[in-house]
T-cell receptor, first 112, second 113 residues
Framework: EPEVTQTPSHQVTQMGQEVILRCVPI?????FYWYRQILGQKVEFLVS????????KSEIFDDQFSVERPDGSNFTLKIRSTKLEDSAMYFC??????????FGSGTQLSVL | KNQVEQSPQSLIILEGKNCTLQ??????????LRWYKQDTGRGPVSLTI?????NTKSNGRYTATLDADTKQSSLHITASQLSDSASYIC????????????FGGGTRVLVKP
């Protein structure tokens, strides 16, 4: 079965540093998403991306966050200046028109 | 406020036994309800998606029910296997895929031999 691939699986960074989380969605999917899950808490929606632009974003997705689809395959989440509270598991997901979401295995981000 | 509440928070069952997980929601408007299985350290994997008009949907040994009037759903696991040990997350969608999802906190299931 096709899958969403995320790299790296773990990322440790210092507070204030920039990080880029990478995702390769399923090739024929049109909708792309980022979610995060703080340890012990619910999964939270960050942003959705369609037709090369952000279609929706949550309150969490402030000016420190940005997304890009630099080529035909990659979808990235950039955090410009990380804070301690950004420590979480970040999931990328993609879907086709049938609304079934496929999630990647996540990137565990630890901000020290 | 849109919320999805699941119960129990966790449960332990013996291999081969059945179990039922509950989900109550207050999300509005309602588009569909999804159940996901999430193994530790992995992303959620879709089990079922049900729209307003669907009462039940099965995926192998997993059967989900939906009562849109009472805003309740359940996930029944039949003849549990060790590989069923995971968190099961109820998710309610308000609209187009992915950007209008409210996640429950999950039920952590442990299947023991």
């Amino acid at each position: 079965e096709p899958e969403v691939t995320q790299t790296p699986s773990h990322q440790v960074t210092q507070m204030g540093q920039e990080v880029i989380l990478r995702c390769v969605p399923i090739s024929n999917h049109l909708y792309f998403y980022w979610y995060r899950q703080i340890l012990g808490q619910k999964v939270e929606f960050l942003v959705s991306f369609y037709n090369n632009e952000i279609s929706e974003k949550s309150e969490i997705f402030d000016d420190q966050f940005s997304v890009e689809r630099p080529d035909g395959s990659n979808f990235t989440l950039k955090i410009r200046s990380t804070k301690l509270e950004d420590s979480a598991m970040y999931f990328c997901a993609s879907s086709d028109l049938d609304e079934k979401l496929f999630f990647g295995s996540g990137t565990q981000l630890s901000v020290l | 406020k849109n919320q999805v509440e699941q119960s129990p928070q966790s449960l332990i069952i013996l291999e081969g036994k059945n179990c039922t997980l509950q989900c109550n929601y207050t999300v509005s408007p309602f588009s569909n309800l999804r159940w996901y299985k999430q193994d530790t350290g992995r992303g959620p994997v879709s089990l079922t998606i049900m729209t307003f008009s669907e009462n039940t949907k099965s995926n192998g040994r997993y059967t989900a029910t939906l009562d849109a009037d009472t805003k309740q759903s359940s996930l029944h696991i039949t003849a549990s296997q060790l590989s069923d040990s995971a968190s099961y997350i109820c998710v309610v969608s308000q609209g187009a895929a992915g950007n209008k999802l409210t996640f429950g906190g999950g039920t952590r299931v442990l299947v023991k031999p």
